[in-house]
């Protein structure tokens, strides 16, 4: 009770506030769901929280669905959508993110790296060490109607990639969840956010229908989609000065969306 309390507090300054209007499909980024105690790149929400900031999304009359649902809804049909999107294909999404949106009538996208299957997050320097979904893990993703997208296979930083790999990160990781999954995948996210010109034509030749970037800059197109990244620090006011923020958003000057365009988080870029 005092947790919902709480929670009505956080939320009230904001209760007259309406989001501002949106040019672009408005979509939030999370990642991992679990203890976020230990989170050097602030990109860990706990249960508890995600449970709130969904609530704040219904008291917006907003629903949260997956990237390629929110497309399909149009301008018109997305007034009362939101997508949500998460990240790198953390095991813990289907015991602690799953129950929530299940809970709230929500749908989301979930970008895999499926050439990791039940590893770890090894491009994390700092830490620490969380397990990935298995392949196994992906199919009852994908069965639980959530919809599954590729991160590339490994996390790699694709503007660094000679042209074959690019393809195998791109087009290889395509194949495999279509084979996962039973359907080839219409979502790619670019992993750490990294992308340029040559890395958002070979999403768009590897068949995907749309790509997920975070501040794509004068990229900005179906296959460099902006996002709002979440963090456990997210309530209320927060959740809708982030929201008039992606309304009045512009696109960024020469440079931004390239590989110096790095999300800024706690801890640093990673």
């Not at 929110?70 to 997305?78: E, N, T, V, W």
């Not at 929500?106 to 970008?111: E, K, P, Q, W």
């Not at 009852?140 to 109607?145: D, K, N």
């Not at 997210?234 to 999300?263: E, T």
Request: charge should be positive.
């Amino acid at each position: 009770m005092a947790a919902e309390s709480s929670a009505h507090c956080a939320d009230a300054p904001s209760s007259r506030l309406r989001p501002h209007t949106r040019r672009q499909p408005w979509i939030l980024t999370y990642h991992s769901v679990t203890d976020p105690s230990d989170d050097p790149y602030g990109i860990t929400v706990s249960p508890e929280r995600l449970d709130e900031q969904l609530s704040w999304l219904r008291s917006r009359r907003l629903t949260g669905v997956g990237v390629s649902e929110l497309l399909r809804a149009g301008a018109p049909g997305r007034r009362g959508l939101v997508g949500l999107t998460f990240d790198d294909g953390y095991a813990d999404f289907l015991d602690e993110a799953l129950p929530v949106l299940r809970k709230h009538g929500c749908r989301a996208t979930v970008f895999v790296l499926p050439g990791r299957p039940g590893g770890v997050n090894e491009w994390d320097p700092l830490g620490p060490r969380k397990p990935l979904l298995s392949h196994d893990d992906i199919r009852r993703v994908a069965a639980e109607g959530m919809e599954v997208g590729s991160h590339g296979l490994y996390h790699q930083d694709l503007t660094a990639l000679p042209d074959e790999e690019l393809r195998r990160e791109t087009a290889g990781s395509r194949e495999l969840i279509g084979d996962l999954t039973g359907s080839l995948p219409e979502g790619f996210c670019y992993p750490y956010g990294f992308l340029d010109r040559r890395v958002t034509r070979a999403a768009r030749q590897a068949g995907y229908g749309y790509a997920c970037a975070l501040t794509p800059g004068p990229l900005l197109s179906r296959f460099a989609l902006p996002r709002t990244h979440i963090s456990q620090a997210d309530r209320g006011v927060r959740l809708w000065a982030k929201d008039l923020r992606h309304g009045l958003r512009q696109v960024a000057g020469p440079g931004a969306g390239s590989r110096n365009a790095v999300p800024v988080r706690a801890g640093g870029p990673r």
